[in-house]
């Protein structure tokens, strides 16, 4: 375990944080644009807090992925070639993440958090009513691939926006209405989390008592937010997307650029 103390109160703020991203993450994915600049802001080094946010993240896309699951929005047999290419790209991303330079993730981090938090802003997504899987053919084999390796590596790399993501190109890929779309990039987040959290265990960068503890609070969180979203649908989703999306553009620029 990397040793870091933090005091009472700022671990008080971390665990408040923790719950609201664990929410967001469940309901429209992109909880850890704001976990990530709440442990760099705390005083955690780049790559320990990637670690322990990782960390923490599994909690929260477990939570999720379990509940969609139980509520047979998920189905693993369909989505197996999405499950080994996310896993293996994550891997790979965080093995790569492990060998940069601290002071190159120092002005890295929060310039990719913003340009995704934008990104996710802008794109525009239509509403789908389909609620159908897709039929199995050799294309979709290779996207899911394609997809899964992807996004698992950015997820090792950096993270941030990751189920916001999957969210997105589910429902641009495979034509999904949003909480289908939900269900998966909860299960392929879970995925890139843990392969991505054993690796920087290997590396020694965790804290396990902010990680735990954050954990916990993201669980919580994740829980509340899944089954919001499942019960409210798209009409509760959609909204809440842009709204929070909006925030952390807004808060993360002026963390990025005016805030030392």
Request: charged share 10%; glycine share 10%; net charge positive.
């Given at each position: 375990?990397?040793?870091?103390?933090?005091?009472?109160?700022?671990?008080?703020?971390?665990?408040?944080?923790?719950?609201?991203?664990?929410?967001?993450?469940?309901?429209?994915?992109?909880?850890?644009?704001?976990?990530?600049?709440?442990?760099?802001?705390?005083?955690?080094?780049?790559?320990?807090?990637?670690?322990?946010?990782?960390?923490?993240?599994?909690?929260a896309s477990g939570a999720a992925a379990y509940t969609y699951f139980r509520k047979k929005?998920?189905?693993?047999?369909?989505?197996?070639?999405?499950?080994?290419?996310?896993?293996?790209?994550?891997?790979?991303?965080?093995?790569?993440?492990?060998?940069?330079?601290?002071?190159?993730?120092?002005?890295?981090?929060?310039?990719?958090?913003?340009?995704?938090?934008?990104?996710?802003?802008?794109?525009?997504?239509?509403?789908?009513?389909?609620?159908?899987?897709?039929?199995?053919?050799?294309?979709?084999?290779?996207?899911?691939?394609?997809?899964?390796?992807i996004l698992g590596f950015y997820d090792g790399v950096s993270g941030p926006g990751t189920?916001?993501?999957?969210?997105?190109?589910?429902?641009?890929?495979?034509?999904?209405?949003?909480?289908?779309?939900?269900?998966?990039?909860?299960?392929?987040?879970?995925?890139?989390?843990?392969?991505?959290?054993?690796?920087?265990?290997?590396?020694?960068?965790?804290?396990?008592?902010?990680?735990?503890?954050?954990?916990?609070?993201?669980m919580l969180g994740a829980f509340i937010g899944a089954h919001s979203a499942i019960h409210?649908?798209?009409?509760?989703?959609?909204?809440?997307?842009?709204?929070?999306?909006?925030?952390?553009?807004?808060?993360?620029?002026?963390?990025?650029?005016?805030?030392?």
């Amino acid at each position: 375990m990397t040793e870091f103390v933090l005091d009472p109160s700022s671990l008080m703020i971390l665990g408040l944080v923790g719950l609201i991203a664990g929410f967001i993450d469940a309901v429209v994915g992109g909880g850890g644009m704001l976990t990530v600049p709440a442990l760099l802001s705390a005083g955690l080094p780049p790559h320990l807090t990637l670690g322990t946010n990782k960390l923490s993240a599994s909690f929260a896309s477990g939570a999720a992925a379990y509940t969609y699951f139980r509520k047979k929005l998920f189905d693993p047999i369909f989505w197996k070639q999405s499950f080994y290419s996310t896993l293996i790209g994550a891997c790979i991303g965080t093995i790569m993440v492990n060998y940069i330079s601290t002071e190159f993730l120092n002005k890295f981090l929060p310039l990719i958090i913003l340009v995704v938090a934008l990104y996710t802003l802008f794109s525009r997504v239509k509403e789908i009513d389909n609620d159908k899987l897709p039929e199995k053919s050799v294309r979709l084999t290779a996207i899911q691939r394609l997809q899964g390796f992807i996004l698992g590596f950015y997820d090792g790399v950096s993270g941030p926006g990751t189920g916001a993501f999957w969210v997105i190109s589910n429902m641009h890929l495979y034509r999904l209405n949003i909480l289908l779309s939900s269900g998966v990039a909860k299960a392929m987040n879970f995925t890139s989390n843990i392969t991505a959290l054993a690796t920087f265990i290997y590396f020694g960068q965790v804290n396990w008592f902010i990680g735990l503890t954050m954990g916990i609070c993201l669980m919580l969180g994740a829980f509340i937010g899944a089954h919001s979203a499942i019960h409210f649908g798209a009409k509760f989703i959609r909204p809440l997307f842009i709204i929070i999306v909006l925030a952390m553009a807004i808060n993360l620029g002026y963390s990025a650029w005016f805030s030392q």
